[in-house]
Each structure stands twice: as C-alpha cells, then as structure tokens.
C-alpha cells in the first residue's frame, strides 16, 4: 500500500465497496486506506505550504485547496460506517430472537419435567430440545451466563426428577464427561499457543462448547470444571497482561514524544541569534526528528494530540529560521545558507538503516539542491564535497546490506532443507506430540529465504507436518483399542465372565444407534442450513461435527467386534 497514489487508495476503497466482501470484514483494511490517504494528504498540503511561503507569501494566510479525492474518500467511508451500523443493528436483532428461542426451550424443557415419565416419548422429546438448543444462534453477552445456568439448572432436574433407565442416563453422562474432558485439554494446550490474543479468541469458542455440553455425575462435576477454569484463567490473565504491557509502552511512548516536544520548543527560546547558532539548532531538530520516528505509539487519546504539538513546534521553529535567514544580506548567502541546511539533513539520514524511506529522502533532497542557486564561490567546493560525502556514506552501506542479506538468506534455505530432511527420515511410529512442536519451533526460528524456493519450502514443510499428526493420531487409535483389548480379556476371566461382557456389548451397541441417530440429525441439517445466510460456515461446522461422530462410530464398531471374537473362542 505504500506505493499507491491517493486516487488509487480511493479505487481501492471502493472496491472494498462494491457487496463482494462482507462489511464485518472489512474494518482493518478501510482504516488503513484511510490512514495512508491523509499520510498523503497531509504530504501534499506541507509542499503547498512551503511552496506559498517560498513564493514570498505570509504563511498565516495559506488555504488548502478543495481535493476531490479527498472528498470521494470521505463519502465512502460515510457508506462504510452506515452499513456497519446496518449489520451492528441486524446482529443484534438476530441474537434477541436465538434469546427468545432459547427462553422458549427453558420453559418446554420445565413443562416436560412436570409432565410425568414416558420414557422413550419423554426422553425423545428431551434429545430434541437439547438438538433445538444448540441449533439455535447467540444471545446478547449479557444474558449468556444467566440463560446457561437457568438451562443447565433445568436439565439437571430432568435427570433427577424423570425416572430414566439409569444405564442410559449414565451412558450420557460418561459422554458429556469424556466431551468436558477433551475440553480441558483443548483448554489446556493453548498455553503452547504463541499468539496470546489467538489463544484468547480461541478458549472463548471452547467456553462456548462447555456451555452446550449437558451435565456430568456429581463425582466428576466439580474436579472437571475446576480443571478448565484453571486453564482458562492462565489464558485470560496472560491476555490481560499482554494488553496491559501494551497500555504501559503507549504511556512510556507518550512521556517521551512530550518530551521531544518541550527540546523542539525550547530551541526558540531564546530564538538562536547568529547563523552558527542556527545550523546547531537545526541540527538538534533533525536529530529530534529522527529519535520521534523510532517512538511507537502513544495512547489513543493522547496520539494526535501530540503530534500536533510537535508538528506545530517544528513548523514554528522553520518559519522563524526563514524569518532570518530572508533577513541575510545577499541571495548567495542565503543558498548557501539552504545547502548547508541540506547537507545537514542527509548527514542526519546517513546512518539510517531504513532504506527505502531514507533513499527516497536523499532522492528529494537532490532534487532540490538542483532547484537551489550558486552560493559563494570560496564555500562551493567546500559545500559540494560535504553534501556528496553524506549520500555516498549512506547508499555504499545500503548497497553493503542488501549484499549481507542475500547471503542469510541463502544460509538460511540450506538450514531449512537440512531440517526437512531430517524430519523425513525419522519413524514415525513413535512420534509424540512434543516432538511435533519441537520441529515446529525449529522451523520457525530459522530466519527468511529467497522469494524463488519461499514456496516450494511452505509446501514440504505443510506436508510433513501433515504426515506427522497423522501418524499421532493413528498410534493413539491403535493403543486405544489394545486398552480396550485387556480389558475385555479381564472381564472374560473375571468371577462372572458372560455378563460383563454382554453388558459392555449392549452398552456400545446404544451408543453406536446414537451415533447414527446424530449423523443423521447433523446431516438432515445440512439442507437447512443451504437456505440461510453465511451457510458456508455452518456447514463446514456440521461437515467436521459428522467426521467426529463417525470416526467414534467407526471405534465404537470395532471395540464391538472385539468382544464377539472374545465370545467366539469360548464357543
């Protein structure tokens, strides 16, 4: 964006503009259009300014031109802002409806309470208010935590006041057990996240998981939750503290830039009396000028006001060195005066280590070291070399750099094969999830590589990363299902072998006709969602809800097939 022309920012916007692109997704890249156009504008207006003043004209009396451009930005950011509110105002709408939903649910759920026990109609129609619940959208985070609990509290009576089949109520409480507990862990291993506003983000979906998860037995209720808030609360204090030391540097930054404020003030007072005095104090604000670009911001109360107060120290300190260098007798004294000036800036920017910027600057001061006249011929030479001297210091250690850099960055790429390559001959076998995470934090400490093999390294990278999670997730299947194994082998040999067995057998044959039950339901949603608005995403929801449910139907199966081959070698 830094290479854009102010006509171009305003086609940009309005291409941000043109309905392809949902306006919620739209707030960073408008704001930074915004903010380069006025970087531009503000450029633009200095150069009138000092053209007007330079033209002989009091500078009090300079008036900005009207700039259509500016004009155009202003009304497309006023339609952005309006179908902003537009979609602020339908988001709320939508989420008082889900509450209306969700109060409705609660007090169907109370009146099946009420109703008395039939078992198979009662708990049909339970397994479709807990469907209709989690169905239905979000409500205003004002009333989340209060509508949760009332829910949840109602649920709770169900179980206790309606006599259900106590195999089948426990059936559902191991699952929302073993759901509560991948939870926790979900939870937990965002502490390896790096990003902590990512990992913050993250831990609010799986608070809102928990929250659709039903109740667990009273052994594990408590233990479980106490789990994931101590998980959570290491997230949110580490997210607090990141935005803490966040506010603090922008306070820091604030009492810096004030005090770049007062040195660029008090260099006229008292205004400087002679022209060395002056090329000292021009100095001293070139140097100021350079500390303020290496400053971040400060708070965002505070951050234009500041910079208005440097701006204006800095306008007021040119004006008033105009002011007497106009009173110099001669006009040659007066263009050596502005070279020396030059001079003074490019021996300022010859340290720099910004390179495009600082190239673009001694560029522009070039130019206008052309547009000034002769000075004195005892000082031309003199001046000359110097200003010459400064630009050479500068563009030999950016042409040093740019030779340094190629050099990395080629290192760097034999490292990264070096490291792909070492990952694609280890076994797999007995890969850990540490062992993931090491090689992901070896990757990502290497440094940049040529843009030609950048690619070409993402995509290797991407597909042993692949390979390795896959084979995890598959050893975590097969020792499952060898657990499974002893365990069926104890309950064969145990004081009454048959029974156990035929119950394990039962209970996972219940389960898999509720898994099946699920995918069904899941899938029948699927066409619903077709018809409604951001279906995209709700059914890449439901699609990866369905893989889960039939990867567990698939496990289930064969923890079946297990205990039949058991009761096949008795027979």
Known sequence: MDTKTKPELVALLEGLLDGSTPVAQIRDAAEAIKAEFYKLHRADLEALRADWAAAGNDPEAFTAPVDPDEIRLKELMAEYRRRRDEHLAAQEQNHEANLTAKLAIIEELKNLVAAGETLGTTFNAFRDLQTRWREAGPVPIGATKDLWETYNHHVENFYDYIKINKELRDLDLRKNYETKVALCESAEALVLEPSVVSAFHRLQKLHDEWREVGPVSAEHKESVWERFREASGRINKAHQAHFEE??????????????????????????????????????????????????????????????????????????????????????????????????????????????????????????????????????????????????????????????????????????????????????????????????????????????????????????????????????????????????????????????????????????????????????????????????????????????????????????????????????
């Not at 306008?315 to 110099?328: C, H, N, Q």
């Not at 890969?431 to 090491?438: G, Q, R």
């Not at 299902?481 to 119950?503: H, Q, Y």
């Not at 951001?534 to 064969?558: G, L, Y």
């Open 246 to 571: 966040i506010k603090e540097e922008q306070k820091r930054n604030l009492d810096l830039k004030s005090e770049l404020c007062e040195q660029v003030e008090a260099l006229l007072n008292p205004p400087p009396s002679g022209r060395k005095d002056w090329d000292k104090a021009s100095e001293s604000l070139l140097e100021i000028q350079k500390v303020w670009k290496t400053i971040g911001f400060a708070p965002k109360k505070n951050n234009a006001k500041v910079y208005e107060r440097f701006r204006s120290a800095c306008d007021a300190f040119f004006v008033a060195k105009r002011e007497f260098y106009g009173g110099l007798k001669g006009e040659m004294d007066s263009n050596l005066a502005a070279k020396n000036e030059i001079c003074a800036a490019a021996e300022a920017l010859s340290a720099s280590e910004d390179w495009k910027a600082t190239s673009d600057e001694l560029i522009s001061l070039q130019n206008r070291w052309k547009e000034i006249g002769p000075v004195p011929r005892k000082y031309s030479d003199a001046v000359w070399k110097r200003f010459r001297a400064a630009c050479d210091a500068f563009f030999e250690r950016k042409n040093a750099h740019f030779g340094e850099v190629e050099g990395d960055y080629k290192a760097n790429l034999e490292k990264k094969r070096a490291l792909l390559a070492s990952a694609s001959e280890k076994d797999l076998s007995s890969l850990t999830f540490d062992d993931i995470k090491e090689f992901q934090r070896a990757w990502g400490e290497i440094g940049f590589v040529p843009i030609r093999q950048k690619e070409s390294l993402a995509k290797q990278y991407k597909e042993i990363v692949d390979k390795m999670f896959s084979a995890l997730r598959g050893s975590e299947k097969e020792r499952s299902l060898e657990r499974f194994r002893d365990r069926v082998g104890a309950m064969k040999n145990g004081p009454s072998a048959g029974s156990p067995l035929r119950r394990e057998r039962e209970k996972l044959f219940n389960k898999v006709k509720s898994l099946d039950s699920d995918i069904a339901t899941l899938e029948n949603n699927i066409g619903f969602f077709g018809r409604s608005k951001n279906a995209e995403a709700m059914i890449a929801d439901v699609r990866e809800k369905i893989e889960r449910a039939r990867a567990e139907r698939a496990a289930t199966i064969e923890k079946i097939k297990v205990i039949d081959e058991n009761n096949n070698n008795d027979n």
